[in-house]
């Protein structure tokens, strides 16, 4: 694979497809733990771990299970169309498992993420790049080692919105906003306009 | 066709199955025991995370209860009733300790106190003590814009005519206002005490006259009335009630305080605005 691909990829899942500014997923931890920059700092932290392993796990099973003909008594079966209920399953158990894990062996990261680990179960930004990965390249899927660094990158790209919201919902905490519009109502005008200043990045990747 | 669908129902039950039992693996695997009686512990305090016990809040004051002996009347937040439920379930003596109440030491409302500026900027009395003070002329009194009030988790703090009082009924005594307050002016007070002189203000007497209708002018009439000692002035020329001996609450009316600085937290409590015709008087 070219080195080209792979910066295609990266810059792509961070700036030109942002996850939650262009695809639009991950809207709830994106709304919900953005208050405060240190606790948006845990979130994208928790979230990058997840979709990284996620999206190695997905898409080792996508790769390996359900893309592939299984011959079943001489009728060939592919299993690909119940990817949605595997990658939801999948998911959500690797993450309980992490977090048990991480209680027991990490107890300072589990202090530092361990909090945000079950909200990140049904994010729909972890589904949304497991998804992205299996229907990459006409529906035969990203490799493993592409895959894993588009999740990645698209943990890095909602962090870096997330980091770019909860400082901009800061400052806003001490603007003077009408009275109506305080809240949760400035907050998505403004990722709204966040969400406009990305697309300028779409001239990046032809 | 069936075999499709038999197929999809066998590989995504066996996968179901397979991360099931290895949750259910790791979980036992790996177990890390949570002390039930932490658990009970917290459940028992009030949860409210005011961090007046000076520990990271409830969860961590439940944790060094059970495990490193903290008594539990060091939460400041908790009532007397659900302290001797803990105590009870924790098998230890609460230690005795008086009610503590936050109080505001400034009666320098909106009309009470001259004006020196008109404030725009953002409305936090932290900030409004950056950019010159404020809109009120005293730079000793309350700022009035209430970020006490909002850092009370109780919500025991009550903006009135642009002066923060204290309910004392509310307050449970945890310090979160001592701390955010830009001025210094709430301390906590033992809540028995029910008659204090309102105002910290430690410009000369003659300066505090001219930005406050409230101010205390130092003119010693209380210290008088009283004759006790039960009544101080202070090194800074402020006077204060002694709260381990404190006087008689009809002090307040005996002493004739020329300003009022000098009243029970009651009064305080229900400052009003001045209308025009009592100035006119």
Redesign the interface.
Known sequence: MPSNEWLLITVGAILVNNVVLSRILGICPFLGVSKKLETALGMSGAVTFVLTISSFVTALLYKLLLSAEITICGTTVNLSFTKFLVFIVVIASLVQIIEILLRKFSPSLYRALGIYLPLITTNCAVLGAAELNAGANNGLGRGILESTVFGFATGLGFGLALLLFACLRERLELSMIPRPFRGTAIALVTAGILAMAFMGFGLLVK | MS??FL??VC??GI??LI??C??AF??KK???EADPKVEKVRELLPGANCGGCGFAGCADLADAIVNRGINPSRCTAISAEALKDLSAFLGVAAEEKEKMTAVVFCGGSLSRAARKAQYNG???CR?ANVAGGGGKACAYGCIGYGCCARACPFGAIEMRDGLAVVHPEVCRGCGKCVTVCPRNLIRLVPASVKIHVYCSSADKPAARRKVCSAACISCGKCIRADGQGRVEKQENGTVRINCENPPDISLAETAGCPTGALQTEEAHRAIRPISPKETQK
């Open positions: 075999t499709t197929a999809a590989v995504v996968i179901g991360l099931g290895l949750i790791t979980a790996f177990d890390v953002i409305m936090d900030s």
